[in-house]
């Protein structure tokens, strides 16, 4: 669902630097940031779902680590 979010310009500034640490996109980083903050009905849930994601996104460190 596409909305339009208003920030200040020190709002929109941290949201660009965490997109860019975590080297995605500012919508990608508000999304997570939600996510993230949101309350959770189900903490188990909410714990098997964002390891999936993190295991997702970071494969490929975790296999080199694996082969170090």
Do not use: C, Y
């Not at 999304?31 to 903050?37: K, P, R, T």
């Not at 909410?46 to 680590?65: M, N, P, Y």
């Amino acid at each position: 669902m596409a909305m339009t979010l208003r920030l200040s310009p020190a709002e929109d500034e941290t949201l660009a630097r965490l997109a860019r640490q975590f080297r995605m996109s500012k919508n990608q980083a508000a999304a997570q940031a939600i996510e993230l903050v949101a309350p959770k009905r189900n903490h188990t849930e909410f714990v098997e779902r964002t390891t999936k994601r993190l295991l997702a996104q970071h494969s490929g460190l975790l296999e080199r680590l694996a082969e170090a």
